[in-house]
């Protein structure tokens, strides 16, 4: 009874110790996760405007090179009616600068988005890509279409 009882433990503990995700994408959508903001913006009592920013440079993947830094910047207005109205966000800057800031909008089926564990259909996505900088505090900002500046902050791992 006491050989079958620890080999019954010893199978359950092999099977709690194996490797939770060794599937890249899996991997990598989790970084994404990890590098992702969402903001909130109350517009009015029935209408939000939600935006998600994901920091692109922290994950390893064929699509994410280095030489800029990168942020996918997604959008959408909930107005309370059922409605999901498109969203003007302007004037991105990067650690305080829009020097060489270039803003690219990205279709629903752009290879970059199959990144973000998050992306849907209903969701207006950007590229924005900044000068390659050695701060360890990223923040991204921006001016909503009501000209409220919001801004969020990231950290990089080296």
Known sequence: MRYISMVLILFLLSGCASKLSENESEKTLDYGMANSKKIEIQNSKTSKTFVLITYLNPIHHDLVTQE??????????????????RVTLSKFKVNGSDENLTVTPLNQDAPLLKLISTSN??????????????????????????????????????
Request: hydrophobic share 35%; no cysteine; net charge negative.
């Open 121 to 158: 259909a209903w969701t207006n996505y950007v590229l924005i890509q900044a000068p390659k900088t050695e701060e360890i505090k990223m923040e991204i900002s921006f001016e909503n279409d009501q000209s409220q500046r919001v801004s969020t902050t990231f950290r990089k791992d080296f």
């Open 68 to 85: 800029s830094e990168k942020f996918v910047v997604g959008t959408y207005k909930a107005t309370g009616d059922g409605a999901f109205d």
